[in-house]
Each structure stands twice: as structure tokens, then as C-alpha cells.
């Protein structure tokens, strides 16, 4: 009676084991269908994820959710105001795009004051007789060019840095979008079922480091 007893949970404990590796099995292929789907987030050109805090002030183009395909790539506008709508339904990602906007609006008003100097300073030159290059007009006009790149510089420095904080923070805030990240790095390369050299059946993983 015992050795029934025995023999019985033994053999129910390899069948859980074996039900527990068909079922890891079976996350890990589903996992990998939806891989190959079209996700859900939204995501940056190739180019633009490049992009330093310093870098090109040009527009950002992105895949919209479901979209694949280097032809479906769209433009966020010079303000980001083609990509808000698709944010719409993350605070943090719209605070951030936010932040973006405002820089982008900081660069063209120092652009502005930079072209405006400049062609203050050019329209003095030949304002008389002999060409003047010191006036105090140009002084100041040179001043507000010399500002103005500075300013450039501090303006630019964070502003890319907001765009792709604000795609971060949008599929961040997607349902599973945390937890799901957390799959690829914890599921086991490989699964299997195994006995000790006791007879004891145990459930074998392996991770790949």
C-alpha cells in the first residue's frame, strides 16, 4: 500500500513538472508571436534615437502604434505638435513634449535675435561715407549676436533629450508596458524536466548570461 502511495505521487509529481514545463513553454512561444506583431508603442527613427544633447535641431519622425515599415515613418512637426495626439493619454509623456515645445520656441526666438543682430550690424557698415565697423550700434549688435550663440548652446542642450523622454514615458505608461519588459530578461533559455540521483523529479531551467 505504501509503495502505491508512493509510486503514485511520485508519478503526480512528474506530470506537474511536466504540465509546468508545457505551460512556460507555451508563455515563451506566445511571447514571441507577439514580438512579431505590430507593437503598441511608438518609436523613433533609428536616426533620431542617435541624437545627442547637442544634436541636429531637425524635425523627429516615429512609427505610430501598430505601425511597421520605414514607410509609415511620420513627422512630429517642428513642435512635436503631429505626435501630441498620440500622447494624449499619458500626462507625464505630454509634460515632456511640453518641455520640447518650449525649447523649440527658446531656438527660434534666439535664432531670430540672432539673424536680426546681424543684419543690424551689416546695415551700419555702409550707413555713411566710409564704412564704419565700431559704432556703438554694431558693438551692440555684435553683443546680441555673441549672447545669442551662447544661448543657442544652453537651449539645445536638453531639447532632444525631452522628445525622447516624452516616447519613453508614453510607453512606459502602456498597460504592461514596465511589467512586460521584464520577460525577455527573466524567462529561461531553456526548460526541461529532470530527476535528482535520488529518483526526486525537478523542474530544470537554464538562463544564457
Not at 508512493?6 to 513553454?25: D, E, M, N
Not at 508571436?33 to 544634436?55: F, K, V, W, Y
Amino acid at each position: 500500500m505504501k509503495v502505491g502511495t508512493l509510486l503514485w505521487k511520485r508519478a503526480t509529481h512528474w506530470l506537474t513538472l511536466v504540465v509546468l514545463a508545457i505551460s512556460l513553454g507555451s508563455l515563451d512561444a506566445q511571447f514571441a508571436h507577439a514580438q512579431q506583431a505590430a507593437p503598441a508603442t511608438i518609436r523613433l527613427s533609428p536616426e533620431d534615437l542617435e541624437r545627442g544633447s547637442h544634436g541636429s535641431q531637425m524635425r523627429f519622425f516615429f512609427l505610430p502604434p501598430g505601425k511597421t515599415g520605414e514607410d509609415n515613418y511620420l513627422s512630429a512637426g517642428f513642435f512635436g505638435q503631429k505626435l501630441r495626439p498620440y500622447l494624449s493619454s499619458s500626462p507625464t509623456a505630454v509634460a515632456e513634449l511640453n518641455n520640447y515645445s518650449r525649447q523649440k520656441t527658446l531656438y527660434l526666438i534666439d535664432k531670430g535675435l540672432l539673424v536680426g543682430s546681424v543684419i543690424l550690424y551689416a546695415s551700419q557698415v555702409f550707413q555713411k561715407d566710409d564704412p564704419q565697423y565700431l559704432s556703438s550700434t554694431q558693438q551692440v549688435a555684435a553683443g546680441v549676436a555673441v549672447a545669442s550663440l551662447v544661448a543657442t548652446l544652453f537651449i539645445n542642450r536638453h531639447t532632444n533629450e525631452y522628445m525622447k523622454q516624452a516616447v519613453d514615458n508614453y510607453n512606459s505608461d502602456l498597460p504592461g508596458g514596465r511589467r512586460g519588459a521584464l520577460w525577455p530578461r527573466l524567462r529561461p533559455a531553456g526548460l526541461g524536466v529532470a530527476a535528482t540521483p535520488q529518483g526526486t523529479p525537478i523542474l530544470a531551467l537554464r538562463w544564457q548570461l
